[in-house]
C-alpha cells in the first residue's frame, strides 16, 4: 500500500494519458471516415493537405499506442505498486503531443495548438517526476 501511495502521481499520469490517448485513437478508428472527413477540411490549405490518409494513420496508431502503454503501466502501478516501463507513459504522450502540435501549427489552428500545451506541460511534468525529480 504504501508503494502505491508513493506513486500516486504516476498513478494519475499514466491514467490522464491512457484516457486521454484510448478515447482519441478509439474514436479516429471507430469513426474512420467522418475523422477522415474531417482532417481533410482542416488541412486542406496547409502543406499536409496532400498526406492527411497516411498521417491519420500514423497519429492513430501512436494515439493508441501511447493509450495502450499508459493503461498497462496504469494496471502495473495498482496491481505492484510501481512499473518499469512508466517513463514510456509521458515519453509517447509527448511525441504523441508534438506530432499533433505540429500539425495544428501547419494549418494554421493557432487556438487548437494552444489548446495542446496544458496536455504537454503534464508529459513534461510527468518525465521530470519519473527522473526522481
Known amino acids: ?6 506513486n500516486l502521481p504516476f498513478l494519475f499520469i499514466t491514467g490522464f494519458f491512457a484516457v486521454l490517448f484510448l478515447q482519441s485513437g478509439l474514436d479516429k478508428v471507430l469513426d474512420y471516415q467522418g475523422n477522415l472527413t474531417y482532417f481533410r477540411d482542416h488541412f486542406k490549405g496547409s502543406p499536409l493537405a496532400g498526406s ?8 492513430t496508431f ?3 499506442i501511447t493509450g495502450l502503454v499508459s493503461g498497462f503501466c496504469l494496471g502495473q502501478i495498482i496491481l505492484q505498486g510501481a512499473s518499469n516501463f512508466m517513463i514510456f507513459s509521458p515519453a509517447l504522450a509527448g511525441l504523441s503531443l508534438l506530432s499533433l502540435f ?6 494554421k489552428d493557432y487556438a487548437g495548438a494552444a489548446a495542446l500545451v496544458p496536455y504537454f506541460l503534464v508529459s513534461l511534468i510527468g ?7
Open 102 to 107: 505540429l500539425g495544428q501549427r501547419l494549418a
Open 52 to 59: 492527411v490518409g497516411i498521417l491519420m494513420f500514423m497519429i
Open 127 to 133: 518525465l521530470w517526476l519519473m527522473k526522481g525529480g
Open 1 to 6: 500500500m504504501d508503494s502505491l501511495l508513493q
Open 62 to 64: 501512436l494515439e493508441v
